[in-house]
């Protein structure tokens, strides 16, 4: 019983590697293996692996190698000048890898080979080419291969599309007629060729002849004047020569002259030369003795002069140092006293803050003690100044009093001088300021803070004593100032003092 599910079980898996075997598939880079059957839209393997069900799917190919495919007319079609002609084409098409065009290849050419697939193509393109030869002219295709290619390429794409075909290449080989047209084309053509050949032939040996006739005609002309400008160098050569050969006589002539001028200068000049010579050597010696004279005086002057400068050095460098200590030690001495000072100040500086600190207490307890005083002050100032009003107004009544009893005493002293009367008025004058000023006798001390206080107290006493000469005025008619100022007067004219 174990042998034999090991059979089964061998058996099995020999199965599934041929099941697996035949769903596996490989498509070549040049087909496309078509899967259908259980799917609605086809699997497609171009160039790579896939697996298909067994009995379920079915597996077809579509060849997408190039396919060339040599295209004729059958026959002769007439062209757009009605000339007669058939064409030969080399084309190369294939089945477009694209999935569309692959979906409508697959109807038409699934499983088929390429010699059918060309069959069908040629038909396709020998349609199209006909319908082209017809649309231009003999010369026009003639002269212009590429054009026609490019037109029945374009007309044929959209039939080839359809059947999911590409047009890789279209390429017209030949053109013939039965006529000789084409022929006949060539013979006009090698005609005009060769007429324009000869007449560029003529035009050529033309002007080489013309280009010939004027070279030699140049080559004359410079001939010509080369030799004119060879004759015309040998003239004036000629002419330079003797010009020469005259110039050369004539500086000989002055050479010899010259020569014997100057020998005979020469002469004198050596004589003059020997004579100052000997002079200069009289005077160069006189020179050096002199010279000899200067430098022992200078050697002497330099001696003595080295050894002061030597002196003076020394006592340079001596006073230089003794300059230098004594800098020095007044650096020294005044670093130290900057340092005292700046100790000094920094104390000075903090028993100031310490001073102005307690000022600023000190300032501030007076402050509040003297607007405390100033408040007290104010005050009895102005009970003082009610009082003393008072008690002037009483004087003032009595001294109106006194001054009517005068008035009526005045007839009576009519009699008596003015300085009499003057001297009444002056006697009793002290005894109203002692009476004005009696109520401040009252008072012990009086504190006045600020100028205003002052001045209000001088201004009501003041104004007290007005307030009595003016009711003396107004009673008696006696004005004060115009008396004193008389009396002042008087005593000035008399020399008085």
């Known amino acids: 019983m174990t042998g034999f599910a090991v059979i089964a079980g061998i058996v099995v898996v020999f199965l599934l590697i041929i099941l697996f075997a035949n769903s596996y598939l490989t498509a070549p880079p040049d087909k496309a293996f078509i899967i259908s059957g259980m799917r609605k839209k086809p699997k497609v393997f171009i160039g790579k692996a896939g697996l298909r069900i067994p009995f379920f799917e ?12 040599d295209v004729k007319t059958s026959s002769a079609v007439p062209t757009a000048d009605f000339i007669n002609i058939m064409v030969d084409a080399q084309v190369n098409v294939n089945i477009s890898s694209e999935d569309d065009k692959i979906q409508l290849a697959s109807q038409k050419f699934l499983n088929q080979d390429t010699e059918y697939i060309a069959s069908v193509a040629r038909e396709v393109l020998e349609g199209n080419m006909r319908e082209i030869v017809g649309k231009m002219t003999l010369q026009e295709m003639v002269s212009d291969r590429q054009k026609f290619a490019d037109l029945v390429k374009e007309n044929a794409d959209p039939d080839l599309a359809a059947m999911g075909l590409d047009i890789i290449s279209f390429n017209v080989q030949n053109f013939i007629d039965n006529n000789k047209v084409i022929e006949n084309l060539g013979v006009d053509n090698i005609a005009k060729i060769q007429k324009n050949a000869a007449i560029a032939r003529a035009e050529a040996e033309r002007d080489i002849a013309k280009a010939q006739a004027n070279a030699k005609k140049e080559a004359n002309d410079v001939q010509v004047l080369a030799d004119t400008q060879i004759a015309i160098k040998q003239n004036e050569l000629e002419i330079k020569k003797a010009e020469l050969k005259a110039n050369a006589e004539n500086e000989k002539a002055k050479a010899d002259a010259a020569y014997e001028i100057q020998k005979e200068t020469q002469r004198k000049t050596l004589e003059i030369t020997t004579a100052d010579a000997n002079i200069a050597k009289l005077e160069k010696e006189t020179f050096i003795k002199q010279q000899e004279a200067d430098i022992a005086e200078k050697q002497l002057d330099a001696q003595i002069r080295k050894k ?7 006592a340079l460098q001596k006073a230089d140092a003794d300059l230098y200590e004594r800098q020095k030690n007044a650096e020294a001495e005044r670093y130290e006293q900057e340092q005292s000072a700046l100790a000094l100040q920094k104390k000075a500086e903090a028993e100031r803050f310490s001073k102005e600190q307690a000022a600023l207490a000190v300032k501030a307890q007076a402050l509040a003690e003297a607007e405390s005083t100033k408040a007290r002050m104010i005050a009895e100032a102005e009970g003082i100044r009610a009082k003393g009003e008072a008690e002037a107004l009483a004087v003032q009544q009595k001294a109106l009093a006194e001054a009517e009893g005068i008035d009526k005493k005045a007839e009576a002293m009519k009699k008596m001088g003015e300085a009499s009367i003057y001297e009444m008025y002056f006697k009793a004058l002290p005894e109203i300021a002692k009476n004005v000023a009696s109520p401040l006798s009252n008072v012990d001390s009086i504190t006045m803070y600020g ?29 004060l100032k115009s008396v004193l100022g008389g009396f002042l007067a008087a005593k000035a004219i008399n020399g008085e003092k």
């Open 58 to 69: 079915r597996k077809d190919v579509l060849e997408l190698s190039l396919i060339p495919i």
């Open 451 to 479: 100028e205003g206080n002052a001045a209000k107290l001088t201004e009501d006493i003041t104004k007290a004593m007005s307030q009595i000469t003016n009711g003396v005025n107004d009673s008696l008619g006696i004005d």
């Open 308 to 314: 002061a400068e030597a002196e003076k050095f020394a």
